[in-house]
């Protein structure tokens, strides 16, 4: 009965490469979130996405692509990764009308 | 752009007793919202308390209660009797009214010694 989840929790791979990080929420909540967590622990929202708005922080490259296949799923593409793409990204999701966000467990993405 | 700061990186405490984690925010808002998080070794991250600006009654949850100053820009979190699980990163958190965006500060870590 997990609230929201990740795919995969580890992820290692080489520089270059292209990955996808998936994540999936059953409280029925209309938005969903990717956050950065950095090796120093700081936390930074990247987007926040409902079937109506894309919401991008603009320091986020754009290499970076959040995909939505429906309500309940918010998958997170990167190109061309780098170095400093190495971090735990965590999904969130709420809903609109209400402020708690939930997280996921985080995936731990290391490049090589 | 609303800024959130934890002044306090890392700090400990005896079991059973009382410990406060200090947050201040910056924002030119008047209403918002703010919350504390925790985030245990398994880096899951756990709402423990959220305050609705608008509220002049502290928020309580249990032995976590919050000194909110609204004119101070001020968030405290209190933990009373700590339990060593209780030993995690936390996060104080902004959210504005307009918004679903979290902006947060950078985390203090709490040890709960035995």
């Known amino acids: 009965d997990t609230a929201v989840s990740q795919t995969p929790k580890y992820l290692v791979t080489q520089m270059g490469n292209d990955k996808s990080i998936k994540c999936e929420q059953n409280l029925g909540h209309d938005t969903m979130y990717w956050y950065k967590q950095d090796s120093k622990k700081f936390l930074k929202i990247m987007f926040s996405?409902?079937?109506?708005?894309?919401?991008i922080n603009e320091t986020v490259p754009n290499r970076f692509s959040p995909k939505s296949p429906d309500k309940a799923h918010l998958n997170l593409h990167i190109n061309s990764l780098e170095l400093g793409d190495s971090a735990v990204y965590f999904c969130?999701?709420?809903?609109?009308?209400?402020?708690?966000?939930?997280f996921g467990p985080g995936t731990r993405l290391t490049v090589l | 752009a609303q800024t959130v700061t934890q002044s306090q990186p890392e700090m400990s405490v005896q079991e059973a007793e009382t410990v406060t984690l200090s947050c201040t925010y910056d924002t030119s808002e008047s209403n918002y919202y703010l919350f504390w998080y925790k985030q245990p070794p398994s880096r899951q991250m756990i709402l423990v308390i959220r305050q609705e600006a608008y509220k002049q009654q502290n928020a309580t949850e249990n032995r976590f209660s919050v000194n909110f100053q609204k004119a101070a820009k001020s968030f405290s979190l209190k933990i009373s009797d700590s339990q060593l699980g209780d030993t995690a990163m936390y996060f104080c958190a902004f959210r504005n009214n307009a918004g679903n965006m979290l902006t947060f500060g950078g985390g203090t870590r709490l040890m709960v010694k035995p």
């Open positions: 969130a999701s709420s809903q609109a009308t209400y402020n708690e966000q939930f």
């Open positions: 996405y409902n079937n109506k708005e894309l919401i």
